[in-house]
């Protein structure tokens, strides 16, 4: 089975690290993303370098989910929202011959939160997110004219419009436990053909456990979400 991971980060309560590809010509399928609280001011996506070509590939993902610097301590269980202005996406672009292309899955997980003064402390917690919202994007127009191969890096996501089959899919609502082991579905592709899909990541919260007041008070944590796509039979 053919597998790829990267990750954004989560900060503060944040997440964030991107994890290279293994080889130069193997396609990006694993990212992370930082989730935490006390981020800069990062852009709001981050695109990941190929190659894109012959190749089923992440393309895209968010650079961050940002919780805010100044949350209350609370003995009870709270809910934070994410502080982001511009719209997140994560991307899959498929450019293998039709004769090779597959139905495929991109999932995530969420590490453990972790103080960043003291690493014994962990927020018990579960991030959630709504990856419904699918879109199409096409590269054809950046390949080269004299090989006809797709660029190793595009700047930013091309235009992005609605789709309206039903080979991609997205989730109303996607749970991602800290500290999970398993991985939960963001977007499914049931041969879709060839070309972009971009999920919105929207409506990102942060459910903080209750009874943690006296371990969460004045601290600040931070995680990884790891986005992993893989060919499903």
Not at 92 to 105: L, N
Not at 152 to 157: H, R
Request: proline content about 3%; charged content about 25%.
């Amino acid at each position: 089975m053919n597998k790829k991971v990267l990750g954004t980060f989560v900060l503060g309560l944040s997440i964030g690290a991107v994890l290279l590809p293994q080889a130069a010509q193997a396609a990006e399928r694993e990212t992370n993303s930082g989730v935490g609280i006390g981020f800069s001011n990062d852009d709001a996506n981050t695109v990941i370098p190929g190659p894109y070509d012959e190749a089923l590939s992440l393309i895209n993902k968010p650079t961050a989910f940002k919780f805010g610097t100044e949350n209350e301590a609370s003995a009870l269980s709270s809910v934070y929202y994410q502080q982001v202005q511009d719209k997140q996406y994560i991307a899959v672009y498929e450019d293998r011959d039709a004769d090779k292309q597959t139905s495929w899955k991109l999932t995530a997980k969420l590490s453990d939160l972790v103080s960043t003064t003291d690493a014994t402390k962990k927020l018990v917690s579960t991030m959630t997110m709504n990856s419904a919202n699918i879109s199409t994007f096409d590269l054809t127009d950046q390949k080269d004219k004299e090989t006809g191969k797709l660029p190793s890096v595009v700047e930013k996501l091309p235009d992005l419009t609605k789709y309206a089959e039903d080979k991609v899919t997205g989730v109303a609502k996607v749970s991602l436990e800290a500290g999970a082991t398993g991985s939960s579905d963001i977007m499914v592709g049931t041969k879709p053909g060839s070309k972009g899909f971009a999920a919105e990541i929207r409506n990102v919260q942060l459910a903080v456990n209750s009874g943690q007041k006296d371990d969460t008070n004045g601290k600040q944590f931070t995680g990884t979400v790891s986005w992993s796509l893989e060919d499903t039979i």
